[in-house]
Nanobody
Framework: QVQVVESGGGSVQPGGSLRLSCAAS????????MGWYRQAPGKWRELVAV???????NYVDSVKGRFTISRDNAKNTVYLQMNSLKPEDTAVYYC?????????????????WGQGTQVTVSS
């Protein structure tokens, strides 16, 4: 199977910055889409940013101009640079990775989630 592990969450004051990382590991053949989602207490999980294998990106309107998603294909890793953080950015952030891996030498599609990392923005 494919494992996805996030890191980099924490607490920061409004206006501060954090960088999240997410690494995928396992018998991976290729990765298509890598994305970050978040879920605040009492709210639905929402897409924050996504990047495809060609490097095209998409962001939710509320983070445009403040967050940047990037990926290192050699490391099967995706990053989320978060600047000018606001209290409303407080949430658990989840990484999602989609692609193809080998299971008993047979290529299979996968859609894997990380365990989540807490981001708290507060003064």
């Amino acid at each position: 199977q494919v494992q996805v592990v996030e890191s980099g969450g924490g607490s920061v004051q409004p206006g501060g910055s954090l960088r999240l990382s997410c690494a995928a590991s396992g018998s991976i053949f290729s990765i298509n889409v890598m994305g970050w989602y978040r879920q605040a207490p009492g709210k639905w999980r929402e897409l924050v940013a996504v990047i495809n294998s060609g490097g095209s990106t998409n962001y939710v309107d509320s983070v445009k101009g403040r967050f940047t998603i990037s990926r290192d294909n050699a490391k099967n890793t995706v990053y989320l640079q978060m600047n000018s953080l606001k209290p409303e950015d407080t949430a658990v952030y989840y990484c999602n990775v989609q692609g193809t891996y080998y299971r008993d030498r047979v290529p299979q599609r996968f859609d894997s989630w990380g365990q989540g990392t807490q981001v708290t923005v507060s003064s």
